[in-house]
């Protein structure tokens, strides 16, 4: 039974919500009074969906159409059923009052590797808020007292970028890299209480090269575009983490900007560490990416291209190879 005080919430602005689901499954779907008529041979696959918005609708959560999308897909796939049962609670509250919580299945056990592991890493595209639960539950368990402080790093290399043209002194040029980091921190824990623990040292922002030759005891760490970051550089990040300590490595493995040649440090660790007892590995996909369903398209779009280059390229290894042999 669906709350008819939630039925605006569910149909979406101008019944966007209602439209998707009718379009992607070839239903009619009318609100008659209060109640919702569903006609077509598709209507069991319908009602699932409109059960699990309803959830989300009670739960105070966002019904919107990504989370249609998403849910259309879970039914196509058949876990539908288990979207909001790993972890239902919220990862911690916004300064605004809004819960942070999963919104997919690949999110919810990604939090729960994170709540049962010392270290996890934390894999996918664009969109799919490793970083920001990462980081949502990094400030819950500080505001807990489960960890003293908080330390939020990245590798300082962007999309080619070079620090030294950039203008400034040190902390100016690193500034613009570690800007995500700040504005997820405002968010989640406000500006006037993350300047004060900064101050005093509870909250550390700062390039990767920072963490050289120190042990994070009693600490959240939290290493973001770790795809960037060379196999030494990955090497001596990991070995800084010490007692009472979390560590979470998040990056996508499809967006490495480092020069030609280079390995990246977290492809080498996802092989090297797996397997390891208190390491958790959590891929996540583009059914995971939360952000405008047209993300999830163009992410797509990309790793069919990307697919079509390796294919060519295996086809010249494979003529070249031909040839050398021919030529013996």
């Known amino acids: 039974m669906i709350n008819p005080d939630h039925l605006p919430i569910i149909f979406g602005k101008l019944d966007e919500n209602i439209i998707a689901i009718e379009a992607a499954l070839g239903v009619s779907i009318i609100n008659r009074d209060g109640q919702i008529f569903v006609t077509g041979d598709n209507r069991e696959q319908a009602l699932q ?117 950039l203008p400034g002194d040190l902390q100016q040029k690193v500034d613009p890299y570690l800007r995500p980091l700040y504005d997820a921190l405002f968010e989640i824990m406000g500006q006037e209480a993350f300047h004060r623990n900064m101050e005093k040292g509870l909250i550390e922002v700062a390039p990767l090269a920072y963490m050289r030759g120190r042990t994070l005891d009693n600490s959240f760490i939290v290493l973001d575009e770790a795809q960037n970051t060379t196999p030494a550089q990955m090497k001596m990040f990991l070995t800084r983490i010490g007692y009472g300590s979390k560590a979470v490595v998040t990056g996508d493995i499809t967006q490495i900007d480092l020069p030609d040649g280079t ?66």
């Open 49 to 165: 969906v409109l059960r699990k918005l309803a959830e989300k609708a009670e739960d105070g959560q966002d019904v919107d159409l990504t989370a249609v999308t998403y849910l259309l897909e879970s039914q196509s796939d058949g876990t539908i059923a288990q979207v909001g049962k790993t972890n239902g609670g919220a990862v911690a509250i916004t300064q605004g009052g809004k819960a942070i919580k999963p919104k997919t299945l690949g999110q919810e056990k990604y939090v729960e590797q994170i709540g049962k592991n010392t270290v996890i890493f934390g894999v996918g595209p664009a969109g799919t808020g490793k970083t920001y639960l990462a980081m949502a539950m990094a400030i819950t368990a500080f505001k807990k007292g489960d960890v003293a402080r908080i330390i939020l790093t990245r590798p300082a290399i962007e999309a080619g970028e070079k620090l030294g043209f």
């Open 263 to 328: 390995k990246s440090g977290l492809k080498e660790a996802l092989t090297i560490i797996k397997g390891i007892d208190g390491i958790g590995i959590s891929m996540l996909t583009k059914k995971d990416v939360v952000r405008h369903p047209l993300v999830q398209k163009i992410i797509e779009a990309y790793e069919k291209q990307e697919n079509k280059q390796e294919v060519r390229r295996q086809r010249i290894i494979t003529k070249a190879k031909a040839r050398e042999r021919r030529q013996r």
